[in-house]
């Protein structure tokens, strides 16, 4: 199956700078790429997401990276704010294997202080 | 937004007993799916299910027995709880399985003394 490895675990970051959460995979087959927010008390809820066919994608203040040859994936939030304090997972899968199955990181919990 | 639901949302039991939790998503979603949640271990896939009458084994599924039973409504069955399954159960549900966002439910918070 698949193994996902993200790091930090705990990331501490002053407002209006930048964070990065790096993610890597194992399973050179795996084309899809979630990353999650789950703010505390709350469900996980889909921010962002880029697929193979792409190395690059941004919402607003969220990019992510893609690198396949590396298998390596990150998101990267800029100007963060104390809005953005939250655990964030990234997510692995293979749609070609119609599983359904995302594999998940184990989370980094994002401090942003004011 | 996807709706998904989950019941009851908080759950003590003993060691030995039998729980259910429920999870109903009113979208129409073919894929539904049960994880737990727990520290220095992230989101980790119990089981999950293609559609009514479907169960697929996950990769933390031992102790655990799941049942689908409509298109909206998938349950995880503890028949005998262990400490060990204290935890917090996200369910999902996502149209294209594996293609498109999941969308979770609240959650539920078992502890199993």
């Known amino acids: 199956g698949e193994q996902v490895e993200q790091l930090p675990s705990i990331l501490r970051v002053q407002e209006r700078s930048s964070a990065s959460i790096n993610c890597t995979y194992e399973?050179?087959?795996?084309?899809?790429f979630p990353w999650y927010k789950q703010e505390p008390g709350e469900n996980p809820k889909l921010i962002i997401d880029i697929r193979s066919n792409m190395e690059r994608k941004q919402i607003q203040g969220l990019i992510v990276l893609l690198d396949k040859k590396a298998k390596r994936f990150s998101l990267h939030i800029t100007d963060t704010q104390p809005a953005d304090s939250a655990m964030y997972f990234c997510a692995a899968s293979n749609t070609g294997a119609n599983t359904g199955k995302l594999t998940f990181g184990h989370g980094t919990i994002l401090r942003v202080h004011p | 937004e996807a709706a998904v639901t989950q019941s009851p949302r908080n759950k003590v039991t003993v060691t030995g007993g039998n729980v259910t939790l429920s999870c109903r998503q009113t979208n129409s979603h073919n894929y539904m799916y049960w994880y737990r949640q727990d520290t220095g271990h992230g989101l980790r896939l119990i089981h999950y299910?293609?559609?009514?009458?479907?169960?697929q084994i996950g990769d933390v599924p031992d102790g655990y027995k799941a049942t689908r039973t409509t298109q909206e409504d998938f349950f995880l069955l503890l028949e005998l709880a262990s400490p060990s399954q204290t935890s917090l159960y996200f369910c999902a549900s996502s149209d294209a399985g594996g293609k498109d966002t999941q969308y979770f439910g609240p959650g539920t918070r078992l502890l199993v003394l």
């Open positions: 399973n050179s087959a795996s084309n899809y």
């Open positions: 299910s293609y559609g009514a009458g479907n169960l």
